[in-house]
């Protein structure tokens, strides 16, 4: 069975930085991308970052890769998504998810295993 657990959301004021945690646990994990999405209040799932399972890829959307970055820690089972220069806009609960291959994945319908996600709230 395959669990995320997303954590480091919180209240912060525009331009400050956050560091969102995606613990993860489940077979072979390691070897399988996983991908940073969220949704804002009456909005889509957003997609917003990927990573290949070694780390060594790392994918972002045009919208927020001058200002998020994806990585991954696979001895400590954790991924990480480091969100800089915020604004009121990033509002969100921010997801972690995980693709059962090894191929790169942008779409929310393509991954298969979900955390609850953890809130992000910027104030100007």
């Known amino acids: 069975q395959v669990q995320l657990v997303e954590s480091g959301g919180g209240a912060v004021q525009a331009g400050d930085s956050l560091r969102l945690s995606c613990a993860a646990s489940?077979?072979?994990?390691?070897?399988?991308?996983m991908g940073w999405f969220r949704q804002g209040l009456g909005n889509d799932r957003e997609f917003l970052a990927t990573?290949?399972?070694?780390?060594?890829?790392?994918y972002s959307a045009d919208s927020v890769k001058d200002r998020f970055t994806i990585s991954r820690d696979n001895a400590k089972h954790v991924i990480y998504l480091q969100i800089n220069s915020l604004n009121p806009e990033d509002t969100a609960v921010y997801y972690c998810?995980?693709?059962?291959?090894?191929?790169?994945?942008?779409?929310?319908?393509?991954?298969?295993?979900w955390g609850l996600g953890t809130q992000g709230t910027v104030s100007s």
């Open positions: 998810a995980a693709h059962q291959f090894s191929t790169a994945a942008i779409l929310a319908y393509q991954y298969h295993w």
């Open positions: 489940g077979p072979t994990l390691s070897a399988w991308v």
């Open positions: 990573v290949t399972g070694s780390g060594g890829t790392t």
